[in-house]
């Protein structure tokens, strides 16, 4: 494939996919948005639903029960789920291509057959333990040890900002297990829920996402069995980056999917919306506002599944991932400002979806690397011999 002529042509298969989620969206999240916003509610009876339509094993063979779907389907699905509620979004978005994706990629047969199922079922919920209170962006400075006993491993440390911290039954943690060798001396590890010295701490309250968990978790003498070590000893920071690679890929779907809605509640609102004896649609400044959000979000897109579509055919991402990551969530920063201003005074109530994508959407140019580390990604990448 010619990235150049990269085109977003959906199949029937994946338009097919794009209806059912759509239509699940619509129906199942839509009218609990804000009583999972409120109360800050992990939507666990939500995830199970969409684990049962084959959402939460996504990019995972179906040898282990996944869908067996590639990157373009998972952009498809965490696209439209953002378009109605994006905290749920981030949800299926971290449970898919962190901790089960994890695992699937870099996992032994026996490790993938004895979790994977659960995870791609919805059974159990997945989480994946990279930030650290003091290393967020420089997370080889991580402080986190998983020191080598017999045929164990002792833990000790916490890690922070952690997606399902505390629902998650399985975990993949990053550790340090050799100091002196930098990145080469961080390995990962498979925890389960209920081991000894492994618990949830503090849960963030939080501006936005507030439907998706976000716990602190501790690891005091928290004993695990060698066998657990994902791969081999020191190979976890490369695992964590290549990780990160379709990360960024949907935190791209999950910006253009915010900034679709912005737009379609923009649109839906101007239409209606009168001032002067018309619709605010037929001022320019509204029409030149609207016109500005369709070509950034049409930009974001295509940048969007173009990384997909270089992931799907195993092609070098070379920095379209960080490229799509970057443009996709500052196009939604500017849209949701944008979706506020059109809808007035109305667009600083809870009455109307824009001011939820207003605060979900500040995450967006965090998570997952920030705007900065994403422009130094690129950056080396340009200027490299």
């Known amino acids: 494939m010619n990235a150049a002529n990269f085109i977003v042509e959906l199949n029937e298969n994946q338009i097919a996919i794009k209806d059912t989620i759509r239509e699940f969206s619509e129906k199942q999240i839509k009218q609990r948005i804000m009583e999972f916003d409120e109360a800050q509610k992990f939507p666990i009876d939500i995830m199970e639903q969409l684990g049962e339509l084959g959402f939460l094993g996504i990019l995972i063979d179906e040898k282990y029960g996944g869908a067996g779907l590639g990157y373009t389907e998972y952009a498809i699905i965490v696209e439209e789920i953002a378009k109605i509620d994006p905290s749920v979004s981030l949800s299926v978005a971290a449970h898919n291509g962190l901790c089960t994706n994890h695992i699937f990629l870099f996992a032994n047969e026996e490790q993938k057959q004895k979790y994977l199922p659960d995870l791609t079922s919805g059974k159990v919920i997945g989480a994946w333990g990279l930030t650290e209170p003091s290393s967020g962006s420089d997370s080889v400075a991580m402080q986190t040890t998983a020191i080598k006993e017999g045929d164990s491993y002792l833990l000790n440390g916490s890690k922070n900002f952690i997606t399902h911290g505390a629902t998650a039954q399985t975990v993949v943690v990053l550790a340090v297990t050799d100091k002196p060798k930098g990145k080469k001396g961080i390995s990962a590890f498979i925890v389960e829920k209920g081991t000894p010295g492994f618990t949830s701490s503090k849960k963030e309250n939080k501006l936005g996402m507030r439907a998706s968990e976000t716990t602190q978790l501790v690891f005091e003498n928290c004993k695990i069995p060698a066998s657990n070590l994902v791969g081999n000893e020191g190979e976890g920071f490369s695992q964590a980056m290549q990780v990160l690679d379709g990360g960024r890929i949907s935190i791209a779907a999950l910006s253009v999917g915010l900034a679709q809605g912005c737009l379609d509640a923009s649109i839906s609102y101007s239409k209606e919306r009168k001032q002067f004896g018309k619709p605010i649609a037929d001022f320019q400044a509204i029409q030149f506002k609207l016109s500005e959000m369709a070509t950034e979000i049409d930009?974001?897109?295509?940048?969007?599944?173009?990384?997909?579509?270089?992931?799907?055919?195993?092609?070098?991402?070379?920095?379209?991932?960080?490229?799509?990551?970057?443009?996709?969530?500052?196009?939604?920063?500017?849209?949701?400002?944008?979706?506020?201003?059109?809808?007035?005074?109305y667009g600083f109530t809870k009455d109307y979806p824009v001011e939820k994508f207003y605060r979900d959407v500040k995450l967006l140019t965090i998570g997952e690397g920030t705007s900065e580390v994403q422009r130094i990604v690129i950056a080396r990448n340009l200027l490299k011999d």
């Open 299 to 345: 930009a974001a897109r295509l940048m969007t599944f173009k990384a997909a579509s270089l992931k799907d055919e195993k092609m070098p991402l070379g920095d379209s991932a960080a490229k799509a990551k970057l443009f996709a969530s500052e196009v939604a920063t500017r849209a949701a400002n944008e979706a506020v201003q059109i809808f007035g005074g």
